[in-house]
C-alpha cells in the first residue's frame, strides 16, 4: 500500500539554513566566547554567506534566546 504525502508545511527551505546559520553562532560563541558582531562575522565566515544572511541569523539568535548582548556590547551564547 503506498504511502500517504507527507503534510503540508510552511517552512521553506531557507528556513532550515537560518537555523543552521543560528546553530553555528552560537556554537562559535560557547567556544570562543563573547566576541563583537564583526569578530563573530569572522569567526563564522560569514564573509563567504549572501547578503543579508548573516544579520538574519543573528536577528534570529537573538530573538529566540540563544544569543545575548553582554553589557559591553558583544555577544554570548546563552
Do not use: C
Amino acid at each position: 500500500m503506498p504511502m500517504p504525502p507527507p503534510k503540508p508545511t510552511t517552512e521553506g527551505p531557507r528556513d532550515r539554513q537560518v537555523m543552521a546559520e543560528v546553530g553555528q553562532l552560537t556554537r562559535a560563541l560557547q567556544t570562543e566566547g563573547p566576541q563583537s558582531s564583526e569578530a563573530l562575522s569572522g569567526l563564522v565566515g560569514a564573509n563567504y554567506w549572501e547578503p543579508g544572511r548573516y544579520e538574519r541569523a543573528l536577528t534570529f539568535a537573538i530573538g529566540d534566546g540563544h544569543v545575548v548582548r553582554t553589557a559591553d556590547g558583544r555577544l554570548a551564547a546563552t
